[in-house]
């Protein structure tokens, strides 16, 4: 029989998984905007694309210059919906990524053992304390980060890609949130370590 912490881990594990895929899928479907004036849908490319630079302004607006209708070429729908649309896009999928870490953090916070304090090292709670407070750290910096270069890349009318190519501005974005990551996985170490130290000398879990 599972334990009431068992199944809210299980659970919170699900709900990570499903938003994660959820953000992936919002990154990748493609994007269509309608214009109700001329009664007219076009498809923007995927958020995904515009963050490659595999999409963006000059392809929009390109396309509306190719229109063959008149009225709609004169509308640019394209050109002037996309790039709301598109940042929607990456506003509900930075949603979901949020998501995904407070389902990891129940999910965290459930997946103690059951020990009776007199039973735990302080060295090992100590270590074990420091490793997860180093890697919720260093996790919130690498989303903020990764956010912060997907806004970035994914802004249009920024005046940045006149003068460098949005791949680099990504490689180097995330050259500089290697020690954020590290920070997470050194974080993790610890917790592991703590853990191990901690568990020497308590009892089994209850089954």
């Not at 594990?13 to 076009?42: I, P």
């Not at 396309?63 to 209708?69: G, R, V």
């Not at 302080?122 to 996790?139: D, N, Q």
Request: proline share 3%; with cysteine; hydrophobic share 50%.
């Amino acid at each position: 029989m599972w334990s009431i912490g068992a199944r809210a881990r299980t659970i919170a594990k699900a709900a990570a998984v499903l938003a994660a895929m959820s953000s992936v899928a919002v990154l990748l479907g493609q994007v269509e905007v309608t214009d109700h004036a001329v009664s007219v849908t076009r498809t923007c490319g995927s958020a995904f694309d515009s963050a490659i630079d595999r999409s963006g302004w000059d392809l929009w607006w390109a396309s509306d210059l190719d229109e063959p209708d008149p009225t709609v070429r004169s509308e640019l729908v394209r050109t002037r919906l996309c790039p709301d649309a598109v940042n929607r896009r990456f506003a509900i999928a930075m949603a979901l990524g949020a998501m995904v870490i407070g389902a990891a953090f129940i999910a965290q916070t459930h997946h103690r053992s059951k020990r009776r304090p007199e039973e735990s090292t302080a060295v090992g709670a100590r270590i074990a304390r420091l490793g997860t407070a180093s890697s919720w750290v260093g996790l919130g910096l690498s989303l903020a980060g990764l956010i912060a270069i997907i806004v970035l890349v994914g802004d249009a009318e920024s005046t940045l890609f006149l003068y460098t190519d949005r791949l680099v501005v990504t490689v180097v974005g995330l050259l500089v949130l290697t020690p954020t990551i590290a920070l997470f996985v050194i974080g993790r170490v610890l917790t592991v370590l703590g853990g191990h130290l901690d568990s020497e000398t308590t009892e089994p879990d209850d089954a």
